[in-house]
């Protein structure tokens, strides 16, 4: 095509104090990248639509009174970003220790990864509710573990139209205490779930897992993993 | 009691899109009490809806219910106003008497009880929310006696206003709604019609300094203006009269008394914006005011004063009713669109904002019910008219909310500028008790302490001590109120009514509440936690929600830190 030779607009920004130019819409997020400034991030996916949900990647923008999501905002000429000063590093860390004390993060490499970068203090929060759900185990193919999700909504994304046009899933409740669910949380099998697996490839924590690898975690035989996986008989936990 | 077949419900509207979600699952949620899988089935067919989407909303919003209630449920607030006045007591006499616990239906399936957030009847504290199966909802405050409740006799409330009473206020005694002929004529719009361009519309009300009403303080002329120019079609207006800040009641006030004032004020929006359709989001929690702006509308389209031509002109304008279901956040522009397309009610990012991606991700203004309001005598008397009330920078006269241990709370009309001070010890008719602590802006504020209060009621009067006057509510606390406990329900309130979008809020509303729950035993280091979560949330949240969520505990903490120890 003929427009694709007309030269891309580019756009020349300050990230911790180091000049950068990227492409007119590439996001914070990208440009940090260029100069291997790694923003760290959690519901942040490729391949589905950013929300600027988990604010751990949020940093301070021309001193601005809100931080704002690195992930989503586009660049522009001459802003001024800080990746990691006091502001930023105290949100991220208390998001963090807040995280932590709400969901189990045990299957989570990545989420660890960034919970030992910010040497956070997995105690911070004494006394406080957890998110705790029981196994969900009701198809052949994948098992749910609510207590490990930390509300991405990449599952819900994949389902819906980021790429499956499957509609299963949803959000139950609200606040603090919002999960993903089915229609009147109805087991898998009745919902219009097709299986296609995308949620569970999506899914940063051990919430959403394939059975056979869930069966071998808990040693299961050959014949025990055979017998659960292709007759989708159901288990009620 | 009679009860309209689903089938009957579902073929109003047939044909309709999503955004008929939300009237048809009221219209379900009224008759059957809840909103059963199967009708949720139902309502997926006719509005071609994916099911779990359904679900997804219903279980969002506080009013709607996937179980059974009783064929009457009450709720009773628990907000601070309310809580002050003996609310607590009286949902426990309530549930004693019915021998269940908040939550919880009779097992005869007569009553349900619970408790609710702020219902806007703050005046009139302790306030209750009546929902009766087949018939609708009505309010029903001062509540006098918890059996009062149960022998259905209805005490109907009656407004409490004063002060200058120019703009807002004028032509009504607070006893009931203003009629059509009482009102008369849309003057300011025939004007508008018959003497200027949608742009002088705009202008003049910029001219005027007028800023928005519910908060923010936007120049209303700009954002008119804005929309106006914004390139694609259709333009949109929508009222927010989703007012649910705890302690701010005058949008319920000026709807319930002055509704052809709001209309008035809607049609030159939507003339200065180039939209030729409206709507009003009003909270389920009104239910009078409600019925004052339908019974008012049908007025105004029989005097050709809304509809097609209106006053036999080119311009043509529909206004329709959006009763939105039990959601605080859907005050917040952004939720409130997803919440009219019969979505969950969680924010947007923004930008894009709502001048050119609003309400079906078209130009929409979205004005609040005051701002709207003072437009019509800005349009008929001019700019000039507006300005000699309050100060440059604040323009105009201003309504009030204030409640709590004053002797006379209600809505009161002031010019902006007169002392906190003045507003309190004359127009309230002074504090009952000794002072202890003025909540301004509501539970999204900051506290004052009683040297503070000369501080003049003005937009920037107030942000020089590191206050707001937000939308205008003031909670007034003597020295017999427990400040932790009002901390205390105003954490519960942000948990309660956080959407759960994004990780701040949806993680420090809970904490900042657990936190305050224990502050009577305070672990070391919670004022530390506080602290931090304070600073995250209002610093790293989604949307103005989480933004102010710590707001007044913040303010609180500061000028009495020994409300929780470190």
Request: proline share 6%; aromatic share 8%.
């Given at each position: 095509m003929e427009n694709n030779t007309e030269p891309v607009k580019t756009i020349t920004l300050t990230i911790d104090d180091l000049p950068v130019t990227v492409p007119e819409g590439t996001t914070i997020l990208d440009a940090a990248q260029t100069i291997d400034h790694a923003i760290p991030a959690i519901c942040y996916h490729d391949a589905t639509t950013a929300n600027g949900l988990c604010r751990v990647c949020v940093v301070d923008v021309n001193g601005g009174r809100l931080l704002q999501p690195a992930c989503i905002l586009p660049c522009q000429d001459g802003m001024v970003v800080q990746t990691r000063n006091e502001r930023v590093e105290r949100s991220r860390r208390t998001i963090l220790e807040m995280l932590n004390s709400a969901v189990d993060l045990a299957q989570a490499p990545t989420v660890q990864t960034l919970l030992d970068d910010y040497q956070i203090d997995r105690g911070r929060f004494p006394g406080s509710e957890r998110r705790e759900h029981v196994l969900l185990d009701d198809n052949p193919f994948y098992v749910r573990d609510y207590s490990q999700c930390l509300l991405c909504w990449r599952c819900v994304q994949v389902c819906a139209d980021?790429?499956?046009?499957?509609?299963?899933l949803t959000w139950g409740d609200r606040g603090f205490h919002t999960h993903i669910s089915t229609a009147f949380q109805v087991d898998m099998p009745e919902s219009s779930c097709v299986f296609c697996g995308q949620c569970v490839g999506v899914c940063p924590t051990g919430a959403l897992k394939p059975k056979i690898e869930f069966g071998l975690e808990h040693g299961w035989s050959l014949e025990q993993i055979r017998e659960n996986t292709r007759r989708g008989r159901k288990r009620k936990p | 009691m009679v009860t309209a077949p689903l089938e009957d419900i579902l073929s109003k509207y047939?044909?309709?899109?999503?955004?008929a979600l939300l009237p048809v699952l009221w219209d379900i949620q009224t008759a059957y009490g809840y909103i059963s899988p199967d009708a949720a089935r139902a309502v997926s067919h006719l509005l071609r809806i994916p099911a779990a989407d359904i679900y997804g909303v219903i279980s969002f919003y506080s009013l709607f219910s996937d179980q059974p209630t009783g064929e009457t449920v009450i709720q009773v607030c628990t907000d601070p106003a309310c809580g002050l006045a003996g609310s607590d007591e009286i949902l426990r006499e309530l549930c004693a008497e019915l021998s269940i616990d908040p939550g919880d239906m009779t097992p005869d399936g007569r009553w349900t009880v619970r408790a609710t957030t702020c219902l806007g009847l703050c005046e009139h504290a302790p306030a209750a929310l009546i929902n009766r199966r087949g018939s609708g909802a009505f309010s029903h405050a001062p509540?006098?006696?918890?059996v009062d409740l149960l022998n259905g006799t209805e005490k109907p409330h009656q407004g409490i206003l004063g002060g200058q009473t120019n703009i807002f206020l004028s032509g009504t005694d607070g006893q009931r709604r203003q009629t059509l002929d009482e009102y008369g004529d849309y003057q300011g719009l025939r004007h508008a019609l018959n003497s200027l361009t949608p742009q002088q519309v705009s202008a003049e009300v910029e001219a005027s300094g007028l800023v928005g009403r519910g908060g923010a303080g936007f120049p209303t002329g700009m954002k008119w203006r804005f929309t106006w120019q914004a390139?694609?079609?259709p333009h949109y207006v929508v009222c927010n009269a989703d007012e649910s800040e705890p302690g701010t009641f005058k949008d319920r006030v000026l709807m319930e008394h002055r509704p052809h004032l709001l209309l008035e004020g809607i049609a030159l929006c939507a003339y200065a914006v180039g939209a030729q359709q409206a709507f009003i989001?009003?909270?389920?929690?009104y239910p009078e005011a409600e019925q004052c702006l339908r019974d008012a509308i049908r007025e105004a389209e029989s005097a050709g004063l809304i509809g097609d031509r209106v006053m036999e002109t080119d311009f043509s304008l529909h206004i329709e009713i959006r009763r939105g279901a039990g959601a605080y956040i859907c005050g917040e522009e952004t939720a409130l669109f997803e919440a009219i397309e019969g979505k969950r009610g969680f924010p947007r990012i923004?930008?894009?904002?709502?001048?050119?991606?609003?309400?079906?991700?078209k130009p929409t203004s979205i004005n609040n019910v005051e701002t709207l309001c003072a437009a019509p005598g800005i349009v008929l008397h001019g700019a000039e008219w507006f300005r000699p009330w309050g100060t440059i920078k604040s323009v105009g006269l201003k309504l009030v909310s204030v409640s709590g241990h004053v002797n006379r709370p209600g809505v009161y009309e002031i010019p902006f500028g007169i002392s906190l001070r003045a507003l309190l010890e004359t127009h309230c008719r002074g504090v009952r008790g000794t002072l202890q602590a003025v909540l301004m802006g509501g539970a999204a504020g900051t506290f004052l302490t009683p040297d503070e209060i000369d501080v003049p009621l003005t937009y920037e009067g107030l942000q020089a001590i590191g206050s707001t006057l937000g939308s205008g509510a003031v909670m007034v606390f003597n020295d017999t109120a427990d400040l932790r406990d009002v901390l205390r329900r105003l954490a519960r309130f942000f948990a309660h009514e956080s959407c759960g979008k994004c990780f701040p809020c949806q993680l420090g509303t809970q904490r900042q509440m657990e936190i305050l729950e224990r502050s009577d035993h305070a672990l070391p280091g919670d004022r530390d936690r506080l602290s931090d979560i304070g600073f995250t949330m209002t610093q790293a949240s989604l949307c103005g929600l989480g933004q102010t969520a710590a707001a007044a505990v913040l303010s609180a903490l500061q000028k009495w830190p020994g409300l929780v120890e470190a």
């Amino acid at each position: 095509m003929e427009n694709n030779t007309e030269p891309v607009k580019t756009i020349t920004l300050t990230i911790d104090d180091l000049p950068v130019t990227v492409p007119e819409g590439t996001t914070i997020l990208d440009a940090a990248q260029t100069i291997d400034h790694a923003i760290p991030a959690i519901c942040y996916h490729d391949a589905t639509t950013a929300n600027g949900l988990c604010r751990v990647c949020v940093v301070d923008v021309n001193g601005g009174r809100l931080l704002q999501p690195a992930c989503i905002l586009p660049c522009q000429d001459g802003m001024v970003v800080q990746t990691r000063n006091e502001r930023v590093e105290r949100s991220r860390r208390t998001i963090l220790e807040m995280l932590n004390s709400a969901v189990d993060l045990a299957q989570a490499p990545t989420v660890q990864t960034l919970l030992d970068d910010y040497q956070i203090d997995r105690g911070r929060f004494p006394g406080s509710e957890r998110r705790e759900h029981v196994l969900l185990d009701d198809n052949p193919f994948y098992v749910r573990d609510y207590s490990q999700c930390l509300l991405c909504w990449r599952c819900v994304q994949v389902c819906a139209d980021d790429a499956q046009y499957t509609f299963a899933l949803t959000w139950g409740d609200r606040g603090f205490h919002t999960h993903i669910s089915t229609a009147f949380q109805v087991d898998m099998p009745e919902s219009s779930c097709v299986f296609c697996g995308q949620c569970v490839g999506v899914c940063p924590t051990g919430a959403l897992k394939p059975k056979i690898e869930f069966g071998l975690e808990h040693g299961w035989s050959l014949e025990q993993i055979r017998e659960n996986t292709r007759r989708g008989r159901k288990r009620k936990p | 009691m009679v009860t309209a077949p689903l089938e009957d419900i579902l073929s109003k509207y047939e044909g309709r899109a999503r955004d008929a979600l939300l009237p048809v699952l009221w219209d379900i949620q009224t008759a059957y009490g809840y909103i059963s899988p199967d009708a949720a089935r139902a309502v997926s067919h006719l509005l071609r809806i994916p099911a779990a989407d359904i679900y997804g909303v219903i279980s969002f919003y506080s009013l709607f219910s996937d179980q059974p209630t009783g064929e009457t449920v009450i709720q009773v607030c628990t907000d601070p106003a309310c809580g002050l006045a003996g609310s607590d007591e009286i949902l426990r006499e309530l549930c004693a008497e019915l021998s269940i616990d908040p939550g919880d239906m009779t097992p005869d399936g007569r009553w349900t009880v619970r408790a609710t957030t702020c219902l806007g009847l703050c005046e009139h504290a302790p306030a209750a929310l009546i929902n009766r199966r087949g018939s609708g909802a009505f309010s029903h405050a001062p509540i006098t006696h918890s059996v009062d409740l149960l022998n259905g006799t209805e005490k109907p409330h009656q407004g409490i206003l004063g002060g200058q009473t120019n703009i807002f206020l004028s032509g009504t005694d607070g006893q009931r709604r203003q009629t059509l002929d009482e009102y008369g004529d849309y003057q300011g719009l025939r004007h508008a019609l018959n003497s200027l361009t949608p742009q002088q519309v705009s202008a003049e009300v910029e001219a005027s300094g007028l800023v928005g009403r519910g908060g923010a303080g936007f120049p209303t002329g700009m954002k008119w203006r804005f929309t106006w120019q914004a390139p694609f079609q259709p333009h949109y207006v929508v009222c927010n009269a989703d007012e649910s800040e705890p302690g701010t009641f005058k949008d319920r006030v000026l709807m319930e008394h002055r509704p052809h004032l709001l209309l008035e004020g809607i049609a030159l929006c939507a003339y200065a914006v180039g939209a030729q359709q409206a709507f009003i989001f009003i909270r389920g929690e009104y239910p009078e005011a409600e019925q004052c702006l339908r019974d008012a509308i049908r007025e105004a389209e029989s005097a050709g004063l809304i509809g097609d031509r209106v006053m036999e002109t080119d311009f043509s304008l529909h206004i329709e009713i959006r009763r939105g279901a039990g959601a605080y956040i859907c005050g917040e522009e952004t939720a409130l669109f997803e919440a009219i397309e019969g979505k969950r009610g969680f924010p947007r990012i923004k930008p894009p904002f709502p001048t050119t991606h609003g309400v079906f991700h078209k130009p929409t203004s979205i004005n609040n019910v005051e701002t709207l309001c003072a437009a019509p005598g800005i349009v008929l008397h001019g700019a000039e008219w507006f300005r000699p009330w309050g100060t440059i920078k604040s323009v105009g006269l201003k309504l009030v909310s204030v409640s709590g241990h004053v002797n006379r709370p209600g809505v009161y009309e002031i010019p902006f500028g007169i002392s906190l001070r003045a507003l309190l010890e004359t127009h309230c008719r002074g504090v009952r008790g000794t002072l202890q602590a003025v909540l301004m802006g509501g539970a999204a504020g900051t506290f004052l302490t009683p040297d503070e209060i000369d501080v003049p009621l003005t937009y920037e009067g107030l942000q020089a001590i590191g206050s707001t006057l937000g939308s205008g509510a003031v909670m007034v606390f003597n020295d017999t109120a427990d400040l932790r406990d009002v901390l205390r329900r105003l954490a519960r309130f942000f948990a309660h009514e956080s959407c759960g979008k994004c990780f701040p809020c949806q993680l420090g509303t809970q904490r900042q509440m657990e936190i305050l729950e224990r502050s009577d035993h305070a672990l070391p280091g919670d004022r530390d936690r506080l602290s931090d979560i304070g600073f995250t949330m209002t610093q790293a949240s989604l949307c103005g929600l989480g933004q102010t969520a710590a707001a007044a505990v913040l303010s609180a903490l500061q000028k009495w830190p020994g409300l929780v120890e470190a």
